[in-house]
């Protein structure tokens, strides 16, 4: 059984530069805490500024996708209907105790049909279910770029056949929500605590204690959710996988999404068909 389709998205060359900038962009986003000296920017401001930036960029990556023909409408359609189910399986966890029910989707379908697919998929996925569960806020942008490069990533992960492969994946999906939670803490870490508190940002420290406090404040506040959340994705992955991988592929294959179009004018035994 083979383990690769067509890719559902065409990443041009165009689109891989501007993710490489909405990457970039967005790691800035999420430390900089770590990489912005005191002074150079308020810190009421910075962050709705590296927000509004990355929101923008992310955006941009869909939308060049689309104008560079990268998604067809047989595409656009499987990205509609996934993005529906994202939408509709994330209020059964909601987070709660750490258990999140979209990555699993978005790993698999990365793994299947591409890292383009994967990267919007994340995008759009946690949009639209931002608009229906009321999650709209300044901390969308940094799920949206988080779930956006855990789909994408799936799609670059070494071949790999039957149960390796859903190992792999489901370790994968483990290691994401752990470092998905990590940095989604960093979104709100300058603001949440009292800066006489030992865990609290303060700016102008040294990157060694700025490091030591966050990490120290990750471990006590976020290291049961992500457990959670690892956990939820290797199970899920490792008992649905296998059925939603051959299903994912069997849709893959009956589409095409990337066979060629030819176009060809009638002949005379064609027209007296007619």
């Keep these: 059984m083979t383990t690769r389709t067509a890719s559902a998205i065409r990443l041009t060359p165009r689109a891989g530069v501007v993710i490489a900038l909405a990457a ?10 770590f990489v912005v000296a005191p002074g150079k920017l308020g810190s ?3 962050p709705p500024l590296i927000f509004g930036v990355l929101l923008v960029l992310v955006l941009c990556v869909v939308l060049s996708e689309i104008a560079e023909g990268g998604i067809n409408s047989k595409a656009l359609a499987m990205l509609g209907v996934l993005s529906a189910v994202n939408a509709a399986l994330r209020p059964l966890g909601a987070g709660t105790a750490g258990i999140e029910t979209v990555f699993f989707v ?3 379908a990365g793994r ?9 998929l994340g995008c759009t996925s946690l949009f ?7 999650g709209v806020g300044p901390w969308m942008p940094y799920q949206m770029f988080g779930c956006a490069f855990v789909g994408m990533l799936a799609g670059f992960l070494p071949p790999a056949t039957g149960r390796r492969e859903v190992l792999l994946l489901a370790v994968y999906g483990s290691v994401s929500g752990y470092l998905f939670g990590f940095l989604l803490n960093l979104s709100f870490w300058p603001f949440s605590l009292d800066p006489g ?12 204690e700025q490091w030591h406090r966050y990490v120290a404040f990750d471990l006590a506040t976020s290291l049961g959710w992500d ?33 060629p179009v030819r176009f060809r004018s009638p002949d005379a035994t064609d027209a007296g068909k007619v």
């Design 24 to 33: 970039f962009v967005g790691l800035v986003a999420f430390f900089w805490p």
């Design 197 to 208: 508190s030992s865990l609290a940002y303060l700016p102008g420290l040294p990157f060694t």
């Design 106 to 108: 978005l790993v698999l």
């Design 128 to 134: 639209t279910s931002a608009l229906i569960t009321g």
């Design 227 to 259: 457990t959670g959340r690892a956990v939820t994705n290797f199970v899920c992955i490792t008992l649905a996988g296998p059925a939603v991988l051959t299903t994912f592929r069997r849709a893959a294959r009956r589409a095409r999404f990337r066979a």
């Design 112 to 120: 299947v049909y591409g890292p383009g697919f994967g990267f919007t």
């Design 44 to 46: 009421s401001y910075a």
